[in-house]
């Protein structure tokens, strides 16, 4: 009971709000990816221990090292690649280096975000670092285990991602 007339008018957009809300990636792992590079922007000397020798926390045997592969993001794999060589340095450092050139776009976008890092103050202690490190190899390990289809591969990453939370809880119960 409408008129074809009704349905050829052109619509209205909805009207815009006013409150402005922040564009960013929905997916908690690119959330994730984000947090931590910017992370290491905002604090390389909180980071620098971390690039090089990883994460140490009960119950891992060995310290947990994020790797470029731990990035789903190739744009993010790469620039994560890039602060571990240059880890503990300023963003101008990094930026001298050549490889830097392709992904200026992206660093500087998250020297944005590490700047709000520095001014709220966030993830200033080596507990809330660490943390942020574990939670990405977590969602980097559930993701791989969703893509596998081998069930001793599964088996296997699903043993880490265990691994994982029970030194996430570890770090998140330190003082």
Known sequence: NISPEILEEPRESAPQGNSPRKRGPTDPFEEAEREVLALILAHPDLTED??????????LSEPFVLRPEDFGNETHARIFALLREHAGAELGAVL????ARDLMDGLVALDAEAEEIRQKDLYSSEASVRMTWLRL????????????TDYDEKETLQAEIQALKEALRAVSAEP
């Open 137 to 148: 190899g977590i969602l980097s390990r559930e993701r791989n285990k969703r893509e596998k």
């Open 96 to 99: 001298s280096d050549e490889l």
């Open 50 to 59: 971390l690039l090089e020798r990883g994460v140490q926390a009960s119950p």
